[in-house]
């Protein structure tokens, strides 16, 4: 089988993502044996216009991105978006509760209006192209990188979990963040990280973005039982899942 | 048929002191998983030192079910020319210090595991474990063992401990049990007083390890779950339950999995495993191509009530499978997987 | 570190697949594969019509297929595949040749030494529903002095969708057979009949005493199959159902194809209608 030509573009985001890809260490080689990168700012130099596999890093933030990311898709025969940005928009949906010229404002003061800095509400890479893989977290999981890279060159549809952090807390052998009256967003955000926020000490920060199905609701209801309100759960779900909170 | 001669157990009395001995030696010979402090509360891990056995604990986070399948278990490798091999752990350990509630819990896997088609990777890890059963010292905030019938244990074990006043009596229940126990023979054999109060523990036991009281009989819940399958409270319930399968995975009677393979970087073998996995996730019931035949959450919620207390115990010759451990009840975040409140609920709203 | 060896020598592993190799493999529609294969022990699988076996594919993973075919049909045994996950997509590129992984065959059969000896018997079937069902149809005609009349009805979305054509028209030739299919919709070519299958139960004639039915199909399918064969005077305990779950394990152990309290993988996938009717997720 011939190997795959990859390419990495970054759009808004930190690029801590790609940074994980480096931190691949001895695996980078393995890597390097299923597929051939033609172009990661990262990593190297070089850059292609041709490429079977993009995998797009970070969010949808202005108009040219738009183009940018359609005509990408449009020379590629898979797309991959990469890290929370990419996949559910990020903490750069934030900013979507301000008006944009605020914004603008904000960050950029008196260079606001330059032309390159024309933001607009944070889109995640899914509402503007079709995505084939998903690589969700923020950063990305390595080992679940591999293995989503490793069914995309074989083909094979990668077993991402739909159900709730809470199930790997368990294997974790964690006790419930609730327990120490945290509000986790665990019950209602999609698995696959492993519990690594609440392993660590953390309520989980939503960052995969929410589970399928999520009973939000309940969640809402919950609140009272440990002296919290909606408002505080609230709080938790705009770092990343501000969007569809709203929606909600 | 010859009759079987039949020993009395070796039934020794033990102190603290001569039981950190004991324990140490243990673990100088073979792997030994014992009860520990793990943050603020207990969990089985393997022991280095004697000191860190902890057999006042009140509940562990997860069962010792972990030790047979744990939660994500290699069973085959495999190569591009489809050669399966299986893969079998076979390191022997001691497991010290599980509960009664969580022997009887053992006891019902090992039904289930060699029903009809025997399970040949737990029995890998259950045949390698020597048991040692302690009764419980502090009970839990959520334990209703006593109203399960579970509280205390009689067969089953490798060696039974019980805390009788300053010290311990200790009771070998198979033969790896007297072997294991073969280390204690220069100790006193348990006298009378002690047997005494150990008969009184358990009665205590029995009676004090209810923090949630089930107003039936454990045998009346299969009848009861036959005529309750449209009652109100599996869509009042479900209607707070987040589908997050805490209750599955902490259950010690819970044995659910899926089967998943990955490929190495060199694309021609790998590992198939299988994973803990839990019948109140959404997904569960999915076929391929998507098909969900048990979307409805309440529907998901009634299940598991029912595998417990009417579909498993068809298989275990009427015993119900929930062992009064509590552990789903503590780590339910929305607060409704009380079983005791469940099945009472049943009762009286008929 | 966990401890681990490799080794073939403890108490028969359930979940160790065999080796068989690919014998035939062929388009049928544009979803659906026809697959043959066989044991590389050369030993026949040794299954009942109705059965299912767990394919390995290596690389991809496992899952349960029925088997299509009778076997009074010789060593190999065949499937007919639609492509709908990993599995059944990676089945769709075998080759002759190619080795797969087989365990089984697991659950129950229809009962053709049973209840359907010396009866008329009725098949129905709704698109891949034909595909277990086939492994009877082949096993009736190929006994055919032990049952009575044998009536298969088949039922696709379109002509493009008819599974074993070919092989239809020799069971609409066989003695004391009939065939008859339908389209929900037909195309530019079709003139044969259009309907839902229960469109040809009005053109069949039985007799209920002496009767029993085979059906198979899509979900939605046997509630209405099921009520109309009830009013042409058929008994609950002379139907038969092959119900699809996902039986993972296929060995009562994992859960994932659970009725209610009953293993589809163990007390399945055939059951008797009667005694799965009250059952509340069965149907």
Redesign the interface.
Known sequence: MSKPKVAIFDFACCEGCQLQVVNLEEEILDLLSVVQPVEWREAMSEKSDTFDVAIIEGSITRREDEERVRAIRERAKVLVALGACATVGGINKLKNRFAMEEVRRCVYDAAADMPHLDTYPTKAVGEVVKVDYQVHGCPISKKEFGYILRCLVTGKEPFVPTYPVCVECKMQENVCRYEFNEVCLGPVTRAGCGAKCPSAGFWCFGCRGLAEDPNVQAAREVMAEYGKTPEDLQGRLQLFNGGKEQAS | MRKKPTRKPTIRKLTDSALRTWVAGLIRRQRVIGVQA????F?FKPLTRAEDLRLDYDVT??PPK?LFQP??E??????????????????PFVLFGVHPYDMVAILQMDQ??S???????Y??RRQNATIVVCDVQKASPNVFAGCMGTATIRKGYDVLMTRVGGHYVVEAGSPKGEALMEGLKNRPEADEASLHRREQVWEDNAKFLVRHTLRMKPAEIPALLQRS?DHPVWEEKA????????CN??CPTC?????????K??????M?R?Y????M???????????N??KN?A?RYR?RY??KG??VP?KLGGEISCVGCGRCI??C???IANPVEIYNRLLEER | MMKTRVCACQTKDVYLPERARVVASEPMTATERFLAFELESGRPLGHQPGQFVEVSVPGVGEAPISISSSPTRGAAFEMVVRKVGNVSRAMHELKPGDPVGIRGPFGTSFPVGGAMKGQDVLFVCGGIGLVPVRSAIQYVLDHRKDYGHATILFGTRTPAERLFVAEAAEWARAPRATYMETVDRGDGQWTGSVGVITTLLPKVTIQPAKTVAVICGPPIMYKFVILELRRMGLSDDRMYVSLERHMKCGVGKCGHCQINGLYVCQDGPVFRFADVAQIREAI
């Open positions: 793990d943050g603020e509360r969990a986070k997860i972990k939660a994500a290699p069973l085959l490798e495999y190569d591009q020319a489809a050669n399966y091999r299986s893969i079998f752990e076979t390191e289930v595991f029903e009809k088609h025997c399970d040949a990777h029995f890998a399958e209607a707070r339950c987040f589908s997050c399968g805490s995975l902490v044995y659910c999995f899926d089967v998943r393979d990955d490929v970087w060199d694309l021609q073998g790998g198939r299988r803990w996995d839990g019948c996730l959404l997904n569960f019931a999915n076929v391929a191509g998507g098909h035949f048990r959450r529907d299940h029912y595998r009417l579909y068809a503590t780590a975040v929305s607060k």
